[in-house]
């Protein structure tokens, strides 16, 4: 069992920077993948970036490709998502994911995770 409370969300300017956090309890972290995923008003729900559970791997959506970043610090139980040169499209409510595996592949799909946290919102201002 994993339980996930993301936190800093906001309203920043179109052009800003926001690093999201992510911290996970439970007794272990390093076997799960961890997902980042957004939804916007009236929109589904998609997937923003991903990393293995040791961290060589990562995945982002091409849509944020080259101004997100995402990684992990597996003794602190944190995943953090990097969100820089946002846009008004950015903005949506920032969902954090994981699920146990033991292979060091990157799920991308809303399907493929098991727990979630309560999200955050981000508001990118035009």
């Known amino acids: 069992q994993v339980q996930l409370v993301e936190s800093g969300g906001g309203l920043v300017q179109a052009g800003g920077s926001l690093r999201l956090s992510c911290s996970a309890s439970?007794?272990?972290?390093?076997?799960?993948?961890m997902g980042w995923f957004r939804q916007a008003p009236g929109k589904e729900r998609e997937f923003v970036a991903g990393i293995s559970w040791s961290g060589e791997r990562e995945y982002q959506s091409d849509s944020v490709k080259g101004r997100f970043t995402i990684s992990r610090d597996n003794p602190k139980k944190m995943v953090y998502l990097q969100m820089n040169s946002l846009k008004s499209e950015d903005t949506a409510v920032y969902y954090c994911?994981?699920?146990?595996?033991?292979?060091?592949?990157?799920?991308?799909?809303?399907?493929?995770?098991?727990?979630w946290g309560q999200g955050t919102q981000v508001t990118v201002s035009s």
């Open positions: 994911a994981a699920v146990w595996t033991s292979t060091m592949v990157v799920f991308t799909t809303e399907s493929e995770y098991e727990y």
């Open positions: 439970g007794r272990t972290f390093s076997n799960y993948v």
